[in-house]
């Protein structure tokens, strides 16, 4: 049973461009959790998706960065007219549709956004 | 808002001793907190969580324990082993339709030789 996917694990950006990273989850998970991690940091919640469904997205800046889980492919993260700061390891996670108390977090790898 | 505060951010210790890391969360409707260990280069994972109904779990090196009225729980690992150097995350997460969790800053653990 593969675990969640992340794609690409590395991804280097000019500022103004638009990076978007990609999330398949673990099969059978339908719920998807996007987290930004700075340098020496923690992991900053960013937006929780079901397919085709935002549940809560109070972590998102509100300007450039969007995300999507379609009913059918990955989820995506994407963000707009990049700029240094921007740059971080995004993970992603997913858990099960159905939330019980055997329902963790399961985590990626990682994309690490680099922007120059 | 929600918060989660973890403590040290950094813990040195010699092969063979306990580790402690400590947090507390501000959200009392969290019921549930998971420990995470990451490796450099990897994402985080799980390595063992409690729920608000325990007050204490163990696995075999590996113990958390949980004081819901003060808000805080601990990680605790014995006979400490150089591939237990790692970042390890406390977190907490309430049953919002899905598991929203916040994490701790992290605890940079060193086990020396």
């Known amino acids: ?4 996917m992340q794609n690409p694990r590395h991804l280097v950006r000019r500022r103004g461009q638009e990076a ?3 999330c398949s989850p673990m099969k059978g998970h339908s719920h998807v959790y996007w987290y930004r991690q700075l340098p020496e940091e923690g992991l900053k919640f960013m937006v929780y998706l079901q397919k085709e469904n935002i549940i809560d997205e109070s972590g998102m800046p509100k300007e450039r960065f969007s995300a999507e889980f379609p009913k059918e492919g990955p ?3 994407r963000i707009q007219q990049v700029v240094r700061g921007d740059s971080a390891a995004y993970f992603c996670a997913s858990s099960p549709a159905v939330i019980s108390y055997n329902s963790p977090l399961h985590f990626g790898n ?6 120059t | 808002g929600e918060n989660v505060e973890q403590h040290p951010s950094t813990l040195s210790v010699q092969e063979g001793d306990s580790a402690v890391i400590k947090c507390t969360y501000s959200d009392s409707a969290s019921n549930y907190f998971p420990w995470y260990k990451q490796e450099l280069g990897k994402g985080p994972q799980l390595i ?6 325990v007050g204490e779990k163990k696995d075999q090196r590996i113990a958390v ?3 819901k009225t003060a808000k805080h729980f601990s990680l605790h690992i014995t006979e400490t082993q150089p591939e237990d150097s790692a970042v390890y995350f406390c977190a907490a997460g309430k ?6 969790t916040i994490f ?6 060193f086990v020396k030789a």
């Open chain 1, 1 to 4: 049973n593969a675990g969640v």
């Open chain 1, 20 to 22: 978007r990273l990609r």
């Open chain 1, 75 to 77: 989820s995506i993260l």
């Open chain 1, 110 to 115: 990682g994309t690490r956004l680099t922007v």
């Open chain 2, 48 to 53: 063992i969580d409690i729920r608000s109904n």
């Open chain 2, 65 to 67: 324990t949980l004081n």
């Open chain 2, 95 to 100: 049953n919002t339709g899905g598991f929203k």
């Open chain 2, 104 to 109: 701790g800053a992290g605890t940079r653990l």
